[in-house]
C-alpha cells in the first residue's frame, strides 16, 4: 500500500492511545441484560474528525463507519457492506454485491454511495490526507494530484446493489485494504444537506457501522458510541453504549479506573511493573515502530557526507541498546525491532513465518559496542572528521519521544568519541513541519501500519515518497519495490521473496533506523471479553463486546 505516513512518533502514539478501547468477543444472547452492556473508556485527545474523506486514523471510528469488510481475528477480513467479492484472473478487476444494508437515518446503502465517496476523497479540493492509499487503482493518482477528474477514478456502480473497481495492477493486499474505512460509503444527500456543517458534529453525520456517535461536538473531551438499531447485523451487537473521556495522563486513568469510572485504561512507566502481576493487566502490540530518519541531502555539507555515510549509520544503530530503551526506559512492554517492518504485522504465505524475523539482518540493529566503535572511526576517518555535532529532531508531545531523544544523546555520548548529539523536542506538527523542509540531521520519526502486508512500511524508504523526509534512495531498494508491486504482483511467493529482499537490503544500508515497536499496556476489566485486536489498520473492533 502507498503507505502514507502516519506522521511521527508522537502522532501514532497518540493515535493508538486515543483507541484505547473496548472489547470484541462474541457473547451468549443472553450474556447480560442490555442496562449492563455499558463501558467506559478513555482518549488521551478529542476526536479530531469524523469524515471518512479527512480522517487520519480510523481506530476509533473503524466501529461507526464500515466499508466492503471488517477487520476480524488476525488481521482476517470479516464480513461488512459486500454480501460477496470477487477478483479477475488477471487480479484488475473486482465486482462486490452489496448487501441490503441501511445508513443510521435509515437511508438505503448503495453502490452510487461507495462512487460518490471515492470521488469526494480523492478530489483534490478535499485534501485527504490518504488518498495515496488509493495508489494502483485506475486514475486514482491522476485524480488526487488534480490531472483528471474525480469521475474517472476507477470505480462504477452498475446498478443499486454492484460496485466494480478497476486496478491498474493487482493489488496483493485489496482485499483486507477494503476494510479500512477510508472506502467505505458516504451519503452524498446528507453531505449536500449540511454543507460546511458536515461532520463537524455528531449530528451532521450518518453512520454505517455497527454504532454511531453522539455528544460529540468537535472539541468535547466527552463523547458516545451508541448502538446502531439501523445497523444490517444489529442482532450480534451487544453493547447499548460506549462512554469516551478524554484522560490527560496514565496516572488519572489508573485514579478513574480504580473507582470504576473507566473499565479499561492505558500503562506506562512503573504502572506496568507494579501491575504486571494482576488478572486484569492486558498488552496490546501495534504495528507503530519508531525510527531514526537521517538526513541525506543535509545542508551542511559535512554533515551531509556523514549522514551519507554507511559506516557511520551502522555505528549510530550498532550503539542503541534496544533492551534497555524498552524494558527499563519505556517500561512497558514494547518490543525491539529485528528490522525496519514491524513484528505480528504479515507472515509468509508458503511457511507461515513472521517478515519480521525473515528481514532480520546480522550486526545492524542488536546492541554491539565494539563493533559501534569500529565503524564509527571507519566512518569518521573516511569522512575527513574528529569530531562531530548533530541536531535530532524529536515531538514532545508525548513522553516517549523525549524519553528516546534524552537516552539516544546519552549513549551516543558513552559510546561514540566525538560525536555530540543536540536535541532539539518540539510540538509534533512542528517537528513535522521541520522534516518537510529537512531542518534536521538525524529526525525520531514513526510509522504504523494501515494494514496486514510488509509493504505499509516498504514504501517509506522508495525514492521520492511524501515521507521519506530524508531524501533516502536506493537504486536496488527502488528496483525490488517495484518489481514486488507489478511484475510479481500476482504472484504471492515471488512478491513476497521481493519484500524480503527490499528488507534486507535496507537493513544492511541502515537507511533508516528502527528503534522499538510499540506495545501498549492496559488495566482491564475481567468482565469484558472478546477483544478482538489488530496491529494494524482498525485496531478494535467493538462489534462482538460486551461485559459479561
Not at 469524523?50 to 477480513?77: C, M, P, W
Not at 485514579?255 to 473499565?263: F, P, R, T
Not at 492486558?282 to 538526513?295: A, E, G, H, R, T
Request: proline letters at 3%.
Amino acid at each position: 500500500m502507498m503507505r502514507k505516513l502516519k506522521t511521527v512518533l508522537s502522532l501514532l502514539a497518540m493515535s493508538v492511545l486515543i483507541l484505547t478501547l473496548t472489547a470484541c468477543g462474541k457473547s451468549t444472547a443472553n450474556s447480560s441484560s442490555s442496562k449492563k452492556q455499558v463501558l467506559n473508556l478513555s482518549a488521551t485527545a478529542p476526536l479530531d474528525t469524523i469524515d471518512i474523506s479527512k480522517a487520519s486514523g480510523y481506530g476509533q471510528t473503524g466501529n461507526v463507519f464500515e466499508s466492503f469488510y471488517r477487520l476480524g481475528k488476525n488481521g482476517k477480513t470479516t464480513p461488512g457492506l459486500a454480501k460477496s467479492g470477487t477478483v479477475s484472473k488477471d487480479g484488475k478487476t473486482w465486482t462486490f454485491k452489496l448487501r441490503s444494508a441501511k445508513w443510521s437515518n435509515g437511508d438505503k446503502i448503495t453502490a452510487q454511495d461507495f462512487v460518490y465517496s471515492w470521488r469526494r476523497t480523492l478530489n483534490p479540493k478535499t485534501k485527504s490526507t490518504y488518498s495515496y492509499l488509493f495508489s494502483g487503482i485506475k486514475n486514482a493518482e491522476a485524480v488526487s494530484s488534480g490531472k483528471k477528474s474525480p469521475n474517472s477514478v476507477g470505480i462504477s456502480a452498475p446498478d443499486s446493489k454492484t460496485v466494480v473497481i478497476k486496478l491498474d495492477k493487482p493489488i496483493a493486499y485489496f482485499k483486507v485494504l477494503m476494510a479500512y474505512p477510508l472506502f467505505g460509503p458516504q451519503n452524498q444527500k446528507i453531505v449536500e444537506k449540511y454543507g460546511k456543517k458536515y461532520a463537524t458534529k455528531a449530528q451532521y453525520m450518518v453512520y454505517s457501522g455497527p454504532f454511531k456517535i453522539k455528544k460529540w461536538n468537535g472539541t468535547g473531551n466527552k463523547w458516545q458510541f451508541v448502538k446502531n438499531n439501523q445497523y444490517w447485523d444489529k442482532k450480534v451487537v451487544k453493547l447499548q453504549k460506549i462512554n469516551y473521556l478524554v484522560v490527560g495522563s496514565p496516572t488519572t486513568g489508573q485514579e478513574l479506573y480504580q473507582q470504576g469510572k473507566l473499565d479499561l485504561t492505558p500503562l506506562a512507566g512503573q504502572q506496568v511493573k507494579n501491575f504486571k502481576n494482576s488478572s486484569q493487566f492486558k498488552q496490546y502490540p501495534y504495528s507503530y515502530v519508531s525510527y531514526l530518519q537521517y538526513n541525506f541531502k543535509d545542508s551542511d555539507a559535512v554533515k551531509r557526507t556523514a549522514m551519507n555515510n554507511r559506516n557511520i549509520r551502522l555505528a549510530l544503530s550498532l550503539a542503541i541498546d534496544r533492551n534497555v530503551l524498552t524494558k527499563r526506559i519505556l517500561g512497558n512492554g514494547s518490543l525491539t525491532p529485528k528490522g525496519f517492518v514491524a513484528s505480528e504485522l504479515a507472515n509468509d504465505p508458503k511457511t507461515g513465518t513472521d517478515f519480521a524475523d525473515q528481514q532480520y539482518v546480522k550486526n545492524t540493529v542488536k546492541r554491539n559496542t565494539k563493533l559501534a566503535r569500529q565503524y564509527w572511526a571507519k566512518g569518521m576517518k573516511e569522512i575527513g572528521q574528529k569530531n562531530l555535532k548533530l541536531t535530532l529532531l524529536a515531538s514532545n508531545d508525548d513522553s516517549n519521544g523525549t524519553v528516546i531523544a534524552q537516552y539516544l544523546q546519552s549513549a551516543y555520548a558513552k559510546i561514540l568519541p566525538g560525536l555530540s548529539i543536540e536535541v532539539n523536542s518540539i510540538p509534533g506538527n512542528n517537528a513535522q513541519q521541520n522534516a518537510l523542509q529537512g531542518n534536521f540531521d538525524i529526525y525520531l520519526s514513526g510509522w504504523g501500519g494501515d494494514f496486514s502486508d510488509p509493504i505499509t512500511f516498504l514504501q517509506i524508504p522508495e525514492t521520492g515518497t511524501a515521507y521519506n523526509y530524508g531524501k533516502y534512495s536506493s537504486t536496488k531498494y527502488d528496483e525490488l519495490i517495484a518489481r514486488a508491486q507489478n511484475t510479481d504482483a500476482n504472484s504471492a511467493s515471488k512478491r513476497w521473496n521481493d519484500l524480503v529482499q527490499a528488507a534486507r537490503l535496507l537493513n544492511s544500508d541502515q537507511g533508516m533506523t528502527p528503534v522499538y515497536q510499540q506495545v501498549t499496556a492496559y488495566l482491564q476489566k475481567n468482565d469484558i471479553k472478546g477483544i478482538i485486536h489488530n496491529t494494524a489498520g482498525t485496531q478494535w473492533n467493538y462489534k462482538y463486546a460486551y461485559k459479561k
